[in-house]
């Protein structure tokens, strides 16, 4: 499992990873994206 971990902060790390870390946080920025993430954390916790 840390191998996979690793990849994935090194995947980050580099201009690909950047850009998606950047698109993420311009569509968290948009109130009906955070509406939506809710809804979902909220269904999410309600399965368990």
Same mark, same amino acid.
């Given at each position: 499992m *840390? %191998? #996979? #971990?690793? /990849?994935i902060?090194?995947? #980050?790390? %580099? !201009?690909? %990873?950047?850009q998606?870390t950047?698109? *993420?946080r $311009?569509m *968290?920025?948009? !109130? =009906?994206?955070? $509406? /939506?993430? =809710?809804r979902a *954390?909220e269904k #999410? =916790? /309600?399965? /368990?």
């Open positions: *840390a %191998g #996979l #971990l690793n /990849r902060k090194a995947f #980050l790390r %580099g !201009p690909k %990873g950047q998606m950047n698109k *993420a $311009e *968290a920025k948009d !109130p =009906r994206n955070r $509406e /939506r993430a =809710r *954390a #999410l =916790r /309600r399965k /368990r």
